[in-house]
């Protein structure tokens, strides 16, 4: 079983997955976590870790966060050595990231599984009005 | 000025703008709208065009929504005959795509400011821990 947890600055992970567990239903082995400005790093690395090392039938971890050279990706980063090949980080989460990673969690291993989210994630932007009005023009 | 407005399910589009704002500052004319899912989707429609309709000072808007099929989504659609060339809808949002908004938002055009939030948006997606790597084994 591969875990998920989503670690962002302020509390919009929290919400992310409970969005995304509205849409395609209840999920064991996630978990958000969220990091408030005046709390110090090490703490927040403690519990990470301690989510990470709590779930002894997970195998592997896919942590999603929200940017590059934030807090929460840089604290991610400190337990690379630590975790090693277990575990996987991808940044710039959105909620088809994390409904791709529910859908697939349990169809692939952990460095397909992060491949295949990266690639849902971006092809979840899209200019919407352009595609939309592109679909019309086809059917006229 | 352009206007933002983030329209999601659930309330991560509140928390969203929260973050983004602690980030790079205070903003003007953005607004967050949640969606629950016993709303009529026609009484949210109502509220995103008040939004819209309520800033005289605003003459074009960028909205940004989480997913393209979801009824936040949608919604946004139904007003692109009303609106018109007046307002862009981008899906995928996340962090880096609202920052991106509100860092350039003075900066360029309407449609321009759709297409740079688009690319930096995917380009915030990423695999940390192999870029991470490859600049530790850079510097080696």
Redesign the interface.
């Given at each position: 079983m591969i875990g998920i947890v989503v670690i962002?600055?302020?509390?919009?992970s929290?919400?992310?997955l409970?969005?995304a567990q509205?849409?395609v239903g209840k999920q064991q082995f996630v978990s958000a976590i969220t990091i408030s400005?005046s709390e110090d790093p090490k703490v927040v690395r403690q519990r990470l870790e301690k989510e990470i090392n709590a779930n002894k039938t997970v195998d592997d971890w896919l942590i999603l966060?929200?940017?590059?050279g934030g807090t929460p990706?840089n604290i991610?980063?400190t337990l690379?050595e630590k975790f090693g090949e277990k575990?996987?980080?991808?940044?710039?989460?959105?909620?088809?990231?994390v409904?791709s990673a529910f859908i697939n969690r349990n169809k692939m291993p952990l460095t397909e599984l992060?491949?295949k989210i990266?690639e849902d994630?971006?092809l979840?932007?899209?200019?919407?009005?352009e595609?939309?009005?592109s679909r019309i023009k086809a059917h006229e």
């Open positions: 962002t600055h302020g509390d919009f929290k919400a992310l409970e969005t509205d849409i400005y966060t929200d940017m590059v990706c991610c980063l690379v575990y996987e980080v991808v940044s710039g989460v959105n909620l088809y990231m409904i992060k491949n990266i994630a971006r979840s932007i899209m200019d919407v009005k595609k939309f009005l």
